[in-house]
């Protein structure tokens, strides 16, 4: 499916032709880099070779489908009042398993707010990544802990929170990598423009991860670009590459090849994997009233963890034993997750007050005061009603 024939099939979109952005481009049919077709066929590519043993593999399948019944848990807690909002990465499996086992230990992640399966990869236990969602916590783990950063909302920042920390790494004559995941509506915020340009001039060691799921809550890609994302790369200095999203192996030997790069000094890159977000943009989201059912469905016949599995059962090298014990650590997961959750103790409403300033602030313990009132009020109104 090409970027024109997606756009076709939206719902129609009533907008003037003054505002109508959706112009078909005027390039060929972009790139993409694919390593394992939708029907589970394995194809070569001359720039981006991959060797996989089959252990590497049923590896890929099995983070693959750990994450996705997280994801499906973490939905169903939100459901159920158990979490304030959830951000699904549905669909999304490929793009950050395949990128995650990309990264060496000593790389560092500046994720978004939907890298649930990057976090995965690094380690971070995934119940810590609820309690954020719960509204228990500001964050959740100790971002040194897995070089993992926090996840971060305010769209597109982490970009240069990413260049800084690369500019950093490149003083300290250190050969790790850096890697900042955004998306295709991020692309259009002005931080993103400016960790281009600053990590190419500084031939910063990082690599921009843009998962261009198409849509950005309601906003269509062909809102935020004229071009595919990738080759806006070109016009800051530095290379740009789309790969299949939904193929694991291609994501894996793209973002390999980039942080390699990244490691020997030649400065940034910008991959563009192209999936698609099979889910709500969270879960206070309706995706029904902006986009048609056969968008989905089209991207259904396209799901990452499929074809891996087509792949690997045509080729023996996973039976049905390990599917069969696969599924029952996928339901373990599940309940461990959903017992961890509902265990999580409310923290002292004061605790909102800490962790602003270093030293204090004023204006904070004039808010702290009000805040202590406020909650004082409770107690006597309970009080009463006894
Ligand atoms: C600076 C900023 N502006 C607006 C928002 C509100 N907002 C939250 S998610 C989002 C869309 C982001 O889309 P995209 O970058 O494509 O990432 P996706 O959610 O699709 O993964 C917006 C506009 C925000 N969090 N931060
Ligand atoms: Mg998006």
Avoid at 160 to 188: N, R
Avoid at 194 to 207: G, I, L, Q
Wanted: charge should be negative; aromatic fraction near 10%; hydrophobic fraction near 35%.
């Amino acid at each position: 499916m090409t970027v024109e024939s997606t756009a076709a099939a939206r719902k129609p979109r009533r907008t003037s032709k003054r505002t109508s952005a959706a112009k078909k481009p005027q390039s060929s049919e972009p790139q993409l880099v694919q390593l394992l077709t939708p029907e589970g066929e394995r194809v070569e590519h001359p720039d981006y070779s991959i060797d996989l043993s089959a252990d590497e593999l049923r590896g890929l399948y099995r983070d693959m489908v750990l994450t996705r019944r997280f994801d499906a848990e973490a939905t169903a807690l939100q459901r159920q009042g158990e979490l304030g909002l959830w951000a699904s990465l549905l669909g999304q499996e490929a793009a950050q398993i395949g990128s995650g086992r990309a990264l060496r230990d000593d790389d560092y992640v500046f994720p978004t707010y939907r890298e649930h399966g990057v976090a995965w990869c690094r380690g971070v236990d995934p119940t810590n990544l609820l309690g954020m969602f719960r509204g228990v916590n500001h964050g959740g783990w100790d971002p040194n802990s897995n070089n993992f950063h926090l996840y971060t909302i305010v769209i597109g920042s982490q970009t240069l929170h990413a260049t800084g920390y690369a500019m950093g790494v490149a003083k300290d004559g250190a050969d790790s990598a850096v890697i900042a995941y955004f998306g295709d509506g991020a692309s259009s915020q002005g931080d993103v423009a400016e960790s281009f340009t600053f990590s190419a001039v500084y031939n910063a060691p990082v690599v921009f991860f843009c998962q261009n799921n198409q849509w950005a809550i309601s906003e269509p890609t062909e809102r935020q670009t004229r071009v595919p994302l990738y080759q806006r790369a070109q016009g800051f200095g530095f290379p740009g590459v789309r790969v299949d999203g939904n193929d694991v192996l291609a994501c894996l030997a793209v973002t390999r090849s980039a942080l390699e790069r990244a490691r020997r000094g030649e400065g940034p890159t910008l991959v563009e994997a192209f999936t698609y977000r099979m889910g709500a943009h969270t879960t206070s989201d309706d995706p029904t009233k902006y986009r048609a059912d056969e968008e989905r469905a089209a991207w259904e016949a396209k799901d990452p963890i499929l074809r891996l599995r087509a792949y690997l059962e045509k080729e023996k090298f996973a039976d049905e034993a390990f599917f069969t014990a696969l599924d029952e650590e996928s339901e373990t997961l599940g309940k461990r997750v959903r017992e961890a959750v509902r265990a999580m103790p409310d923290p002292d409403p004061m605790a909102l007050f800490e962790h602003g300033y270093a030293d204090g602030n004023s204006l904070v313990d004039e808010e702290r005061a009000q805040f202590a009132a406020y909650q004082a009020s409770f107690a006597d109104s309970a009080e009463e009603g006894k």
